[in-house]
C-alpha cells in the first residue's frame, strides 16, 4: 500500500500537470482569438453588406494554428427529429483540447437545392457558427447572408393578401353579365381581369 504523503504528491503532480497544460493551450487559443481577422469576402446583394463564410475562416485562421503548434478539426453529425445538422469544432495541442458546438436546422424543401446541396449547406452553416464561437468571431448579419429581405417579405405579404380569383367560363349568368358590362358600361377586359381569370377563348367572346 503506497503511502498517503505519496498518494497526495502523486495527485498533486498530476493536478498540477493538468492546469498547466489547459493554460498553455488556453494561452495559445486566446492569442489566435487576439490575432484572428477573418475577411468578409462573400457578398449579400440583397442586403447590400459583405459577410463571412466557413473557407473565409479557416483560410485566415490556418497559419495561426501552425505557429502556435495547434489542430483544429471541425466534425458534424445529423440529428433525425427534429432534424438538425450538429457541428463540433476543436482545437488541441496534442494533449488537451478545447471544443464548441453549434447547431442548424435542415430544410429538405428548400427551393432549388437537392437533398444533398440542403445537407450541404447547412452543415456549413453550423460549422461556420462553431467556428465563431471557438474563435470569438461576431457575424450578427451573417444569419441573413441568403435571405432576400424587403423583396421576399414583400412576395410573402401579396401572397397572402392578394385573393384567389376564379376562372371565368365562357357561358352562364357570370359570363353575361361581364359581357353586358363591357358592351352597355364601358368596361374593358383588363376590368374583368381584375375580379375573374379570363382566357383568351373567353376573351375573343367577351369581345364579339
Known amino acids: 500500500m503506497l503511502p498517503l504523503f505519496f498518494v497526495f504528491c502523486l495527485a498533486h503532480d498530476i493536478y498540477y500537470n493538468y492546469v498547466c497544460c489547459m493554460e498553455n493551450l488556453t494561452k495559445k487559443l486566446v492569442r489566435v482569438q487576439g490575432s484572428l481577422k477573418a475577411p468578409k469576402n462573400q457578398r449579400n446583394n440583397f442586403g447590400n453588406y459583405n459577410y463571412r463564410s466557413c473557407e473565409d475562416i479557416l483560410e485566415a485562421v490556418k497559419p495561426l494554428l501552425i505557429k502556435e503548434g495547434l489542430l483544429l478539426t471541425i466534425s458534424d453529425s445529423i440529428a433525425p427529429e427534429p432534424l438538425f445538422v450538429n457541428a463540433v469544432a476543436e482545437v488541441t495541442d496534442g494533449k488537451d483540447k478545447i471544443s464548441v458546438r453549434a447547431q ?30 471557438l474563435f470569438l468571431i461576431d457575424d450578427t448579419k451573417d444569419a441573413d447572408a441568403t435571405n432576400n429581405h424587403s423583396k421576399v417579405a414583400q412576395n410573402v405579404s401579396t401572397d397572402v393578401l392578394e385573393p384567389v380569383k376564379d376562372w371565368l367560363e365562357d357561358s352562364g349568368d357570370k359570363f353575361n353579365k361581364a359581357k353586358d358590362a363591357i358592351t352597355k358600361k364601358g368596361f374593358t377586359i383588363a376590368d374583368i381581369r381584375k375580379k375573374y381569370k379570363v382566357s383568351k377563348k373567353v376573351e375573343k367572346l367577351l369581345l364579339t
Open 104 to 133: 442548424a436546422g435542415i430544410n429538405l424543401n428548400r427551393k432549388g437545392m437537392d437533398i444533398a446541396q440542403s445537407y450541404g449547406a447547412s452543415s456549413s452553416y453550423a460549422r461556420k457558427y462553431a467556428l465563431n464561437g
